[in-house]
């Protein structure tokens, strides 16, 4: 696996790739690297002719007072990891090479950014539009792999690609999970033993409401009070949002039918974490 450091090699990768003619499939993380993230590098790797993947933890999506400065970083882990998963490329840059000194151009995805996660951590979605952009353009991909878990990502990342143009094609993954059903995600290491029981009500909610999906109950209201209730009265969860929307424009919907997204954040102690299905 060739580690890149710089624009300019990456750049000078990208070119050599381009003269293959291959299919270059791109997975871009923020490291500490799970088996959700790597479900999405063997996806790539069983579609694509190339895989690069990239570790780049982006200051610019962090508010104030966000997990920045303790967010895991497991470099070398993370090497060892995709190395087995035969990953091609791995683009691992520094904050100043991504946003070197006067940079001041970012990007925003007006609306949708603002909705979910983006009415909750605001400006988070144009650190999130911003790196993605830049990433795409550096890296050059065919097909860029993300997963469903960050629902709202993805929704604002289709809105990024439609509107700018870029040639690349987003492709959702399934959500991996624990054996007790929580949602991987980096941020799980910051849960006590306590905490990651207490966390499983998100998907145990989640499991609740596709119940009564598949039992007949459509309307939203009687589906997001009913989660609301189970979520407000478990032990150690601060629900931040339950809502029952589009999957493109997260608008709120008054039934959920077939492709709508049920999403759910909540804090478990100081930890902030994100779950949802689409119905199907």
């Avoid at 933890?57 to 190395?83: H, I, S």
């Avoid at 995805?109 to 550096?138: I, N, Q």
Wanted: glycine fraction near 8%; aromatic fraction near 6%; include cysteine.
């Amino acid at each position: 696996m060739r580690i890149i450091k710089t624009v300019a090699e990456m750049q000078n990768v990208r070119r050599e790739l381009w003269k293959r003619s291959s299919v270059l499939g791109f997975v871009p993380t923020m490291g500490a690297l799970h088996e959700g993230h790597l479900s999405l590098v063997r996806r790539a790797r069983s579609e694509c002719d190339l895989v690069v993947a990239s570790i780049f933890v982006n200051p610019l999506q962090f508010g104030p007072g966000e997990d920045l400065a303790k967010y895991p970083r497991t470099f070398e882990e993370d090497c060892r990891l995709l190395e087995l998963e035969r990953v091609d490329v791995l683009f691992a840059p520094e904050a100043i090479e991504m946003y070197p000194t006067g940079s001041v151009t970012t990007v925003t995805v007006s609306e949708v950014g603002d909705r979910l996660d983006g009415a909750s951590r605001p400006g988070h979605f144009t650190g999130v539009a911003t790196v993605v952009a830049k990433l795409f353009h550096v890296v050059g991909p065919t097909r860029a792999y993300f997963g469903q878990k960050d629902a709202a990502q993805l929704a604002v990342l289709r809105q990024l690609v439609r509107d700018l143009n870029f040639d690349v094609e987003l492709v959702g993954c399934a959500i991996v999970r624990d054996k007790d059903g929580l949602a991987l995600s980096s941020r799980n290491k910051y849960l006590s033993a306590l905490e990651g029981k207490q966390a499983l009500v998100l998907h145990q909610t989640l499991l609740q409401l596709e119940q009564m999906i598949r039992d007949g109950e459509r309307q939203s209201i009687a589906l997001v009070q009913s989660g609301m209730e189970t979520l407000n009265s478990a032990a150690g969860i601060r629900l931040d949002y339950l809502a029952i929307v589009d999957p493109n424009t997260l608008l709120p919907v008054t039934s959920a039918g077939t492709g709508t997204l049920v999403a759910v954040a909540a804090y478990v102690g100081s930890t902030r974490l994100i779950d949802n299905f689409l119905v199907t």
